[in-house]
């Protein structure tokens, strides 16, 4: 099956830096890439995704890229604001199935 | 704001009891995914339900089972709780089996603890 990991784990940074995550996943057949914010005690809710037929795609102070070749995908997010401080998954779909999730990276921004 | 709704938000169970857990569907979805996600880690697929039928199981015992009905809501049983079973379940309702492109969307979750 899917195999998606995640690094860091945990991420601190100033207030107005940029962020980056990345991940890797295993299955070549994955073609669906989203990525969840998760605050404490709730629900992971969709901030971007991107299809295995586009190489990047940008949605204000965020963005996601994506390598086929290489089997991995980044998160962005630049002036980063506390409000953005949160657990961030991303997750890879082959096909109509279920989400493979990575296991997270806490984001911390700093004021 | 999601349509997505799942019951109970809380629930405490003591092991070997068994549970039942609630999710209607957003209006349109015909799909109904289940995930575990144990405290610190990312939500595990248990498995699927399109059209009622189960579409799709993720590593977890027998003793996880569901139920779609007609209306797409679902139901997620777990047996013989076990006390490593204490995490936030999440239901996503999507359209087609996930087929139609859209990303599922996330209920709130019901998190169980058991002692």
């Not at chain 1, 940029?18 to 073609?31: F, G, L, R």
């Not at chain 1, 990047?56 to 998160?75: C, G, M, P, Y």
């Amino acid at each position: 099956g899917e195999n998606v990991e995640q690094h860091p784990s945990t991420l601190s940074v100033q207030e107005g830096d940029s962020a980056v995550i990345k991940c890797t996943y295993s299955d070549s057949a994955s073609n669906y890439f989203p990525w969840y914010k998760q605050e404490l005690g709730k629900r992971p809710q969709l901030i971007i995704d991107i299809r295995s037929n586009v190489g990047e795609k940008k949605d204000q102070r965020i963005a996601v890229t994506l390598n086929k070749t290489a089997k991995h995908f980044s998160l962005h997010i630049t002036e980063t604001q506390p409000e953005d401080s949160a657990v961030y998954f991303c997750a890879a779909r082959a096909g109509a199935n279920n989400l493979f999730f990575g296991t997270g990276t806490r984001l911390t921004v700093i004021p | 704001e999601t349509g997505v709704t799942q019951s109970p938000t809380h629930l405490i169970k003591t092991r070997g009891q068994q549970v039942t857990l609630r999710c209607s569907s957003q209006s349109g979805h015909n799909t109904v995914s289940w995930y575990q996600q144990a405290l610190g880690q990312g939500p595990q697929f248990i498995f699927q339900y399109y059209r009622e039928e189960e579409n799709g199981r993720g590593n977890f015992p027998p003793r996880f089972s569901g139920l779609q009905f007609p209306n797409y809501s679902s139901e997620l049983n777990v047996n013989a709780l076990e006390l490593d079973d204490s995490a936030l379940y999440l239901c996503a309702s999507s359209s087609n089996a996930g087929t139609s492109g859209g990303p599922p969307d996330f209920g709130p979750g019901t998190r169980l603890l058991v002692l």
